[in-house]
Each structure stands twice: as structure tokens, then as C-alpha cells.
């Protein structure tokens, strides 16, 4: 019966390949990781290149299903259609063989792939140019090709291993890793990292964790780094919104004061923070943060009674004149 099956999955391959691939190949020669966090379910892919927008090429995801990375020579079917055989319960490993064995270009291919119980497969084909390998671990694999040395895909499987936190900070860490051993020989322009949920709720906004793409930059991995900030921070803001549209306004203080933590030059965090004060009636506590800010932007300031038209601010008349008179 498996036989059968794995036969049937391999016609459904080869009608998949022959119906979408064309011969245009993009050059996105590159290192990548793709892992899965034990405790969250969480799955991740990230990248990074001496090329333009190597994240549109390479990374696919699918909440539920699995993560797949595409590069060298890349054939862009081995994401969807990869995820697509996954989806139908093909391991890792069967899902390559299979898109592998329907691909004449295979020799020039580097792929990996992992599934939600953490199954992980890699290809690194012959003809990928030196230097070129992939190394894979409990819930991760990593590859690379036309780096300068030898040694980065051991080191970014360490990072991965070694790194304390979140999913996204140990990828992170692994790419860094590559790049301490001077990472691609042509030198870097983009990177990007893409999570999803381990178990899909059918909404891909909300399935789909984190989507960062750093297209064209001389310190592509670092500016990825900031973004990641960036997006913990609006991560939060989000929260407080939700809390506030719930009536939990002491929730929604302390989320947005985690935002302003992490991003303290953004008018905007401060800004909803102040708010909120004013709906927990702490009114003295607001109008400092507010006058710094309307001293920044006026247009902050105009806001104000709009807020109130939209329910989302409850303030007396004496209150408001206060807060318009900054």
C-alpha cells in the first residue's frame, strides 16, 4: 500500500512540475536555514544572499504543514509543490526524492525542507559550486553553497543548538554564525525570515507569525536584526489594541509599555500609552508624554478628538481642554 501511495504522490509530482516549471531559474546562491521550535511548534525559514530579494525566491512556509528553502539554481516549484506533497503526509525526505527524481536540473539544486514533527531533509546537489554542504540536527537543517569557506554550515548548526530564545533569535544566531565565517564569497545584499504556526487555524494572518525581508542592504543580516526588534515591539502594540477593544486598559498599559521598551524613539507607542492613561483616568501621568509629543508633531494632538468620535478614548470635557491646550 505505501508503494501505491508513494507511486501515486510520484505522477502527482511530475504533472505539478511539467503543468507550472519553466526554464528560468533564478541565480540565488546563498545560505539558508529552515527549524521548528519544540515548545511553540513554531516553524522558520531564513536566508541570506550576495542577491536581490532572496527572499521572494527562496523561502515558503505553510502553517500546519511545513517550511521549505530553495536555492543555488533555484526551481522555485520545489516550494509550493514541495509543501503540496507534505500537505498530502509525504515525510521530508519522500517530498525530495520524489521532486528530485522529476527535476533533470537536480545536480545543480540545493533544497531543504522540514514538516511540524520537526522531520528534516536536504539535497545538495553536484554540481552546486564550492564551496557547498548542509549538516541537519533535531528539528533543523542548514545548507549553503558558493560560500568562502567550508565551515559555515557546521557553524550555523552549532549557533542553532547552542542559542538560548525565541525561534527567530537561534535562527538569527545561526545566520550570524555564517557570517563570522565569512559567509558567501561574493559578500551579502539581502536576507530574510519567515515563521509560521505549527497548527493552522485556516487564517493566514494569523498563522503567519513573522514575514521580514531585507532586500537590497550592505548589512543585510543586521537590518534584519532591527526589524525583528521592530516587529517584537509592534507585536505588543497589537496586544494592547486587542486589550483595549476588550476594556482591559491595565493589560493594554502594560503592553504598550513593553512596546516602548523596546522602540522608545517611536511617537506612535508613546503615544497610544498616553492614551490609554487617560482612559484609566490617570490624567496627570498622560499629559507630560502627550505635551512631548505634541511638541514633536502636532498632528498627534488633532487626533485626539477623533479618538473620542471612534470610542476609543473616554475623557471628561474638563480633561479634554487640558490635553488640547498642551
Not at 48 to 77: D, I, K, R
Not at 91 to 110: E, F, H, K, V, W
Not at 272 to 278: D, G, I, Q, S, T
Amino acid at each position: 500500500m505505501e508503494k501505491v501511495y508513494f507511486l501515486c504522490a510520484l505522477l502527482f509530482a511530475q504533472s505539478l512540475f511539467s503543468q507550472s516549471y519553466k526554464k528560468s531559474e533564478p541565480f540565488a546562491h546563498t545560505y539558508s536555514i529552515v527549524a521548528r521550535d519544540t515548545v511553540t511548534g513554531e516553524m522558520g525559514v531564513a536566508v541570506q544572499s550576495h542577491w536581490f530579494s532572496v527572499g521572494t525566491t527562496v523561502a515558503y512556509a505553510e502553517a500546519g504543514v511545513g517550511v521549505v528553502a530553495t536555492q543555488s539554481l533555484v526551481n522555485p516549484a520545489y516550494g509550493p509543490k514541495g509543501l503540496a506533497l507534505m500537505k498530502q503526509g509525504l515525510s521530508p525526505q519522500q517530498t525530495l526524492d520524489i521532486l528530485t527524481l522529476n527535476d533533470a536540473g537536480q545536480m545543480y539544486r540545493q533544497v531543504a525542507m522540514l514538516n511540524t514533527k520537526g522531520e528534516v531533509a536536504a539535497h545538495t546537489g553536484s554540481d552546486c559550486i564550492d564551496m557547498a554542504g548542509d549538516r541537519q540536527g533535531k528539528n533543523f537543517s542548514v545548507q549553503a553553497n558558493m560560500m568562502l569557506k567550508n565551515t559555515v554550515w557546521d557553524a550555523m548548526a552549532t549557533a542553532f543548538e547552542t542559542t538560548k530564545g525565541t525561534l527567530a533569535e537561534r535562527m538569527l544566531a545561526s545566520m550570524k554564525a555564517a557570517e563570522n565565517e565569512k559567509g558567501d564569497i561574493r559578500g551579502k545584499q539581502s536576507a530574510s525570515i519567515l515563521i509560521v504556526s505549527g497548527i493552522t487555524t485556516g487564517n493566514s494572518w494569523e498563522d503567519t507569525l513573522m514575514d521580514l525581508r531585507v532586500d537590497d542592504h550592505k548589512n543585510p543580516l543586521e537590518e534584519l536584526e532591527r526589524l525583528m526588534k521592530i516587529h517584537k515591539a509592534y507585536d505588543y502594540m497589537n496586544k494592547g489594541d486587542v486589550a483595549m477593544e476588550e476594556g482591559d486598559s491595565k493589560e493594554a498599559e502594560h503592553l504598550y509599555l513593553q512596546a516602548q521598551n523596546l522602540f522608545p524613539e517611536n511617537l506612535e507607542m508613546k503615544y497610544w500609552y498616553a492614551v490609554n492613561l487617560l482612559n484609566n483616568k490617570q490624567v496627570d501621568k498622560a499629559l507630560p508624554i502627550l505635551k512631548s509629543i505634541f511638541d514633536k508633531d502636532k498632528n498627534w494632538q488633532v487626533l485626539i478628538p477623533r479618538l473620542i468620535k471612534s470610542k476609543l478614548l473616554l475623557i471628561s470635557e474638563k480633561d479634554l481642554e487640558k490635553v488640547m491646550k498642551l
